[in-house]
T-cell receptor, first 113, second 113 residues
Framework: SQQGEEDPQALSIQEGENATMNCSYK?????LQWYRQNSGRGLVHLIL?????REKHSGRLRVTLDTSKKSSSLLITASRAADTASYFC?????????????FGKGTKLTVNP | NAGVMQNPRHLVRRRGQEARLRCSPM?????VYWYRQLPEEGLKFMVY????????ESGMPKERFSAEFPKEGPSILRIQQVVRGDSAAYFC???????????FGPGTRLTVT
């Protein structure tokens, strides 16, 4: 099955609320990255967390990584309408002798004004 | 510093024609990756190239698809004899070193009629 499964698939919240998105994976990883994609656009890198890190912050973003549970979460605090987008986690892992990034299907976040 | 450039942004081809997608990485980046995205799906890795070398093409169909990254000029993803199932958004990303943070282009939306 697919590496990097995000949940929920869709999330709708009010402006000012916090949004939490989760990502699970199955094999060991080198690092995990979160990306954002606005409708019809390319992906924008948000944050990278290495396998030996547990938590990382960037502005209103907070990412956690639990390698024992093979899961990560992305928290967006005090959400804004402009945060409306799809959010993808991507795991960097060694596969077939080569490293690659494997993306999940994403969480579609809608922040209502 | 210009970001990753892709052209064309939209491409319409009839079944059986050839599609050529171009990607110019960010200045100073020598690693290029191509991904394909179907509607409501995450990105699927296709191929990873460095200048004049294909590092990993495990995600690319063996037939009709090819990619190159010449010493001079953009990276090219070429799809011969396109079929309707090739309709998708194709994204290129670049990085200064292998599988570090990747910078994405705006994508090329291919429609096969």
């Amino acid at each position: 099955s697919q590496q990097g499964e995000e949940d929920p698939q869709a999330l709708s919240i009010q402006e000012g609320e916090n949004a939490t998105m989760n990502c699970s994976y199955k094999t060991s990883i080198n690092n995990l990255q979160w990306y954002r994609q606005n409708s019809g656009r390319g992906l924008v890198h948000l944050i990278l967390i290495r396998s030996n890190e547990r938590e990382k912050h960037s502005g209103r973003l907070r990412v956690t990584l639990d390698t024992s549970k093979k899961s990560s979460s992305l928290l967006i605090t005090a959400s804004r309408a402009a945060d409306t987008a799809s959010y993808f986690c991507a795991t960097e892992r060694n596969e077939g002798g080569s490293e690659k990034l494997v993306f999940g299907k994403g969480t579609k976040l809608t922040v209502n004004p | 510093n210009a970001g990753v450039m892709q052209n064309p942004r939209h491409l319409v081809r009839r079944r059986g024609q050839e599609a050529r997608l171009r990607c110019s990485p960010m200045k100073g980046h020598s690693h290029v990756y191509w991904y394909r995205q179907l509607p409501e799906e995450g990105l699927k890795f296709m191929v990873y190239l460095q200048k004049e070398n294909i590092i990993d093409e495990s995600g690319m169909p063996k037939e009709r698809f090819s990619a190159e990254f010449p010493k001079e000029g953009p990276s090219i993803l070429r799809i011969q004899q396109v079929v309707r199932g090739d309709s998708a958004a194709y994204f290129c990303a670049s990085s200064p070193q292998g599988f570090y943070e990747q910078y994405f282009g705006p994508g090329t939306r291919l429609t096969v009629t």
